[in-house]
């Protein structure tokens, strides 16, 4: 098939949809397509919210996999790449396991949609903070999180950044204007990378609270409380 779109709103795009049955497969009652391959995908949030959150109990044809190429995602204020994926289907139907990551491998991630209405989420990001519009480089990011229609919450959160580490945890909510509040304890960060004026090792718990409207907008609109000691310190440019 080509020029597939699903919903009412056709909140999602597929440029081409194909098959490759057994042989007899197609005239079994009812018949049944064990996978198939798309390319070529567009959906928007509410798509993929219904992807993520939906809990079809639909036996159709007997799918158990998609294997989809060149999936975009597109939301205001969340500059994804594009993506590959893998979806595999539990035998009522329902959405078992989706396995995404980019070309170049920078990002990948593995979501289990759960029977409550939520989704266990557990990625790892390359070059974080241009996805994510920060002012400065994270050389990688990993996460464990739960997400819901209402909010995102990050259990487990570990950053390379600075030279050093942060690990922590934090909730992005968008039920609402969009927020994002959390904890992270820095970790032998290079305080030359934060200010010209200090060298040594930077470390300490800081506290993080932001709004924006999208998601590339939230490190405009951060306040950070940060309680910090330099180990091996030295002030520069003083005699």
């Known amino acids: 098939f080509e020029n597939v779109t699903v919903g009412a709103r056709k909140n999602v795009r597929i440029a081409s949809v194909a098959a490759t049955p057994e042989f007899g497969a197609v005239f079994a009652d009812p018949p049944v397509l064990r996978s198939l391959e798309v390319s070529g995908v567009t959906l928007d949030g509410a798509g993929l919210a219904g992807i993520l ?28 790449p594009e993506l590959d994926a893998t979806v595999s289907f539990q035998v009522d139907g329902a959405v ?39 002012p400065f480089a994270v050389e990688s990011l990993s996460a464990k999180c739960v997400a819901s229609a209402a909010e ?3 259990t487990e959160l570990a950053a390379k950044i600075f030279g050093g580490s942060a690990r922590g945890k934090g909730t992005l909510r968008w039920s609402g204007p969009l927020s994002f509040d959390g904890t992270l304890e820095a970790r032998r960060m290079e305080a030359k990378l934060l ?23 939230l490190a405009a609109g951060a306040r950070l409380d940060w309680s910090f000691a330099v180990q091996n310190g030295l002030i520069n440019g003083i005699d």
Do not use: C, H, Y
Not at 53 to 70: H, K, M, V, W, Y
Not at 113 to 131: E, M
Not at 198 to 217: F, H, N, R, S, W
């Open 152 to 154: 995102f919450v990050v």
């Open 195 to 217: 200010t010209p004026i200090l060298t040594g090792t930077v470390q300490g718990p800081m506290a993080i609270a932001a709004q924006g409207e999208t998601v590339d907008k």
């Open 96 to 134: 078992q396991k989706i396995v995404v990551s980019n070309p170049g491998k920078t990002l990948a991630a593995q979501i289990e949609p759960q029977s409550d209405g939520r989704a266990a989420v557990d990625a790892s990001i390359g070059n974080a903070g241009a996805l994510l519009g920060l």
């Open 53 to 80: 959150f939906g809990r079809s109990r639909g036996t159709a044809l007997g799918i158990e996999r998609i294997q989809a190429t060149g999936v975009k995602v597109v939301q205001s204020g969340l500059n994804l």
